[in-house]
């Protein structure tokens, strides 16, 4: 008995590190409200934890170490009525670079307009095509495109399928009471237009750029620096179609907030031409940081 026990217990225990794909942390930062009880905060976190790591997200299976890490951090800043609290949510997520210990900044975000109802013991539930929570729906919604994005970046729009359901929940969640899920809110820059973006056949070159920067980009640069910092380059070459259909836009944002800082230290190994070709493509797509990228063409 004790024998067969063991073996379904190690059975489950494989059955669950090969299902999980994500491995975030999350926390609860409440410093900006008063008279709110700690244990409370304590179980969102841990509730949400739960929630994105315990979940089954995809079909596929991933072993541990494989797992899609991130973190999320919530930042509280107003309890609008008992159960129900305002603030923002942090998403970062990276993607390890291969043949290598470095990992990649993948989405680096802040939605500023997250509003969510909880109460205490109160049990998280979701569905992809109807809206429930916008705890929930808020949380999947990114889940979905840390997916969509790292599965696009292995393979050339490797992550339609969970891009599509990251839109689900955007049109499960059209009625909610909250904002950030309609198309005619803050200026394109929603849960709603980084999804609709991001499938638009306008932003297929945003899409090529992912796969060709990732993977015929860093995952070379071990192994061929020079040939690497080209296809970098090439790859973000396809972002010009895409800044100048919509310039301000989400994605865009995105992407440049998690690499900018990468593209810097990338280039600057670069000769004296490649780093002047860098530098007037990236001021160009990305003119917000054109004084960083200045230090490209300074590095020695």
């Given at each position: 008995?004790?024998?067969?026990l063991?073996s ?18 999350v926390?609860?930062?409440?410093q900006?409200?008063?008279n ?18 315990s ?58 307009d ?21 705890l ?14 790292d ?10 399928e969970y ?10 969640a ?21 999804v ?55 994605n ?5 907030n ?43």
């Amino acid at each position: 008995m004790l024998k067969h026990l063991f073996s379904l217990l190690l059975f489950l225990t494989y059955f669950v590190s090969q299902a999980q794909e994500v491995k975030f942390e999350v926390e609860i930062n409440s410093q900006r409200l008063s008279n709110v009880d700690p244990s409370l905060i304590e179980q969102l976190e841990q509730n949400v934890t739960e929630f994105v790591n315990s979940k089954v997200w995809t079909g596929d299976k991933f072993k541990e170490e494989e797992r899609i890490e991130g973190t999320i951090l919530i930042v509280l800043n107003e309890r609008v009525s008992q159960n129900v609290y305002s603030g923002d949510l942090q998403i970062i997520t990276v993607r390890p670079v291969y043949n290598s210990s470095y990992t990649t900044n993948m989405i680096s975000f802040k939605d500023p307009d997250f509003q969510f109802e909880f109460s205490q013991f109160a049990n998280l539930q979701f569905s992809e095509n109807q809206y429930i929570s916008n705890l929930t729906s808020v949380v999947a919604f990114y889940v979905y495109l840390t997916i969509a994005w790292d599965y696009d970046s292995f393979a050339s729009s490797g992550g339609t399928e969970y891009l599509r359901k990251a839109q689900n929940v955007v049109n499960a969640a059209q009625s909610s009471e909250f904002s950030g899920w309609t198309s005619d809110e803050k200026g394109e820059k929603n849960r709603f237009w980084i999804v609709e973006n991001h499938m638009n056949a306008r932003f297929e070159g945003f899409r090529k750029c992912l796969y060709q920067y990732h993977r015929k980009g860093l995952d070379q640069m071990e192994s061929n620096p020079t040939e690497a910092r080209k296809n970098i380059l090439a790859a973000l070459e396809e972002l010009k179609t895409v800044f100048q259909y919509r310039p301000n836009n989400i994605n865009l944002r995105i992407f440049f907030n998690a690499k900018n800082s990468e593209l810097v230290k990338i280039f600057s190994k670069a000769e004296r031409d490649e780093k002047q070709k860098a530098f007037s493509l990236l001021s160009s797509i990305d003119p917000a940081n054109t004084n960083k990228y200045r230090e490209i063409l300074s590095a020695q």
